[in-house]
């Protein structure tokens, strides 16, 4: 093995050394746009013919390369220079690609220009409706995908932006999945253009018959959705060709989805179930595919404008209770952080947080990366060595991405924090305002070298635990009983390492104690959500009936005199 892996090394020096610093000139047709543009243009390269290279980029070892660089102001004609100087991954420049043939795509990630209320202007991309995928983002310019040879003193290759990717319509309602969209007035004057909230709600049941009964509200936080998934009216499609999840290591994956969302479907419809309504939130906005559900210098008073705009219109229009003894949060991952924040920070909005596998509440395990101790982001540091920190680790403890590596991918995607990614959304949620108007950095994407004054910011603002800790005196009476969190041990994203932390001092608290549960997976990854009987694969499409019975009981312990409890449970 170490023979092969010696060989192997020099095979891939041999190649580097007499790579060509290959350069790509990029236009676009005048017919695609009469005024100049404004974006991140995305030079993709790939070895696999499977899917145009646009499908085939992501932070897996499976990618294919991705150069990126901005543009402003470029105008229909005039060719862009896509060189060594471009910002690469997982090959971090051109120069270093080997010879080869390969297939090349472009893609135009387009730019619109926001005039903030805070003063600042600032070029981003707004989401048309996609959940801020650049691939697939209505109005994206990109080229047809075409052969091509690199070879050593390669002239530049010459790549047309010949396409606009289309429209994407809207979902429409059916018995069960309702949608609603309002404009914000709050998000509308911070952002300096009209802006928009969204959400899908599941109905229950006899909704349209019993008019008189109101409901309880169940928020299910998630990523971007343009419908209410995990829920299928039909059984599955006799004729679908099995999947294999690499996750899961099952085949057949998306047959068992399938069943178990029609499964769903089933209990939602029997004579006891509970009548509730579950909302998925669309919160897409021009840094991410979600907001984070907080007021936030960069992103906007999206916390607010959820809470005292987009509920209440809600709960107007399909009869919600609209108080907080019957209003409950659960998701995961960024759902997870989601609904113990909105807990925390709105704790008379809701009656009980169950947050799974949650982004980082503790920045003192921002993942694998202590912010308030640690000097540099990408590496552990020692006195004469320093190790590159893990970002992503497999089911057995493989590192399948660094920090630093996730980074760089990143960094191709869009500079000033605009690759609409993890890293950068979490910096445009937590941080202040830089002097340009675009997020202040954590930390240097280049070095790794944490900004300490920056991560003070984060701690006071943001930092679950540490307003737990520091307002507990007040917040405690508000939470009790309301607190519960849910993690594998091995989760794939290091969250665990931050629940222990925030199980250690919702231990200490007193007068009251926290009354709720911290719970481990044991060597389960992302996203364990707390179901000890079945694996992540399954648990994972059960959130909808997994904590009903709890939120129940809270109910029931909790309601005021007079509640309603009976005009919902037909």
Not at 56 to 61: E, F, L, N, V
């Amino acid at each position: 093995m170490i023979k092969q892996l010696v060989l192997g090394l020099g095979l891939f020096g041999v190649a580097t050394c007499i790579s060509s610093a290959q350069s790509f000139s990029v236009s676009y047709e005048k017919s695609l746009s009469a005024e100049p543009l404004d974006g991140r243009l995305l030079l993709l390269l790939s070895t696999d013919n499977s899917a145009e290279p646009r499908f085939q980029i992501d932070d897996t070892p499976r990618s294919q390369m991705l150069f990126g660089v901005t543009v402003d102001g470029w105008a229909a004609g005039h060719p862009t220079l896509v060189d060594a100087a471009a910002h690469g991954c997982p090959i971090r420049s051109l120069k270093d690609v080997p010879p080869g043939e390969y297939t090349v795509q472009a893609v135009l990630n387009k730019y619109e220009t926001f005039h903030r209320s805070d003063g600042k202007t600032v070029k981003l991309h707004p989401d048309k409706g996609e959940g801020q995928h650049w691939n697939i983002s209505p109005g994206n310019l990109y080229s047809k995908p075409k052969k091509i040879a690199i070879g050593p003193n390669a002239a530049p290759i010459s790549v047309e932006l010949t396409s606009v990717i289309p429209p994407i319509e809207p979902p429409k309602d059916t018995k069960y999945v309702r949608h609603i969209r309002i404009q914000s007035e709050v998000l509308t004057k911070f952002w300096g253009r009209p802006m928009y909230l969204g959400a899908a709600i599941l109905v229950p049941e006899g909704f349209d018959e019993h008019t008189s009964a109101h409901f309880p509200l169940i928020i299910f936080h998630d990523h971007f959705v343009d419908d209410f998934d995990g829920f299928r009216t039909t059984p599955p499609d006799a004729n679908l060709k099995p999947d294999y999840s690499e996750r899961f290591h099952l085949a057949g994956y998306n047959r068992i989805q399938q069943e178990e969302a029609y499964k769903f479907y089933q209990q939602w419809t029997s004579p006891d179930f509970p009548r509730v309504l579950i909302i998925k939130i669309q919160h897409a906005n021009p840094y991410y595919d979600d907001s984070y559900a907080v007021n936030s210098a960069n992103v906007g008073p999206y916390g607010d404008a959820i809470e005292n705009e987009l509920i209440p219109a809600i709960e107007k229009q399909f009869r919600g209770l609209g108080q907080g003894w019957a209003r409950f949060v659960y998701g995961g991952s960024t759902g997870g952080w989601e609904s113990l924040a909105v807990q925390v920070l709105y704790p008379d909005h809701y009656n009980g947080a169950f947050a799974a596998c949650p982004d980082p509440i503790d920045f003192h395990a921002f993942t694998d990366i202590n912010l308030y101790e640690d000097k540099n982001a990408f590496y552990l540091e020692g006195a004469h060595k320093r190790v590159a920190q893990p970002a992503m680790r497999d089911y057995l403890g493989h590192t399948l991405i660094t920090t630093k590596e996730i980074n760089e991918y990143e960094l191709a995607l869009g500079d000033h924090g605009r690759s609409g990614e993890q890293f950068d959304i979490w910096q445009a949620v937590y941080s202040p305002v830089g002097e340009d108007g675009y997020p202040k950095a954590i930390f240097d994407k280049d070095t790794g070298a944490i900004d300490h004054a920056v991560a003070e910011y984060w701690r006071q603002h943001y930092d679950l635990e540490a307003i737990l800790e520091r307002d507990w005196a007040t917040l405690g009476p508000k939470l009790e009983g309301k607190i519960h969190i849910y993690v594998g041990s091995d989760d794939t994203y290091f969250l665990n390492d931050a629940v222990y932390r925030m199980e250690d001092f919702l231990n200490t608290t007193k007068s009251p104690a926290y009354g709720g549960e911290v719970t481990y997976g044991p060597r389960a990854e992302h996203c364990w959500n707390g179901d000890p009987k079945l694996p992540n694969a399954y648990s994972r499409l059960h959130y909808n009936t997994q904590y009903l019975p709890k939120i129940l009981e809270q109910i029931k312990k909790t309601a005021p005199a007079g509640a309603d409890l009976t005009s919902w449970r037909y």
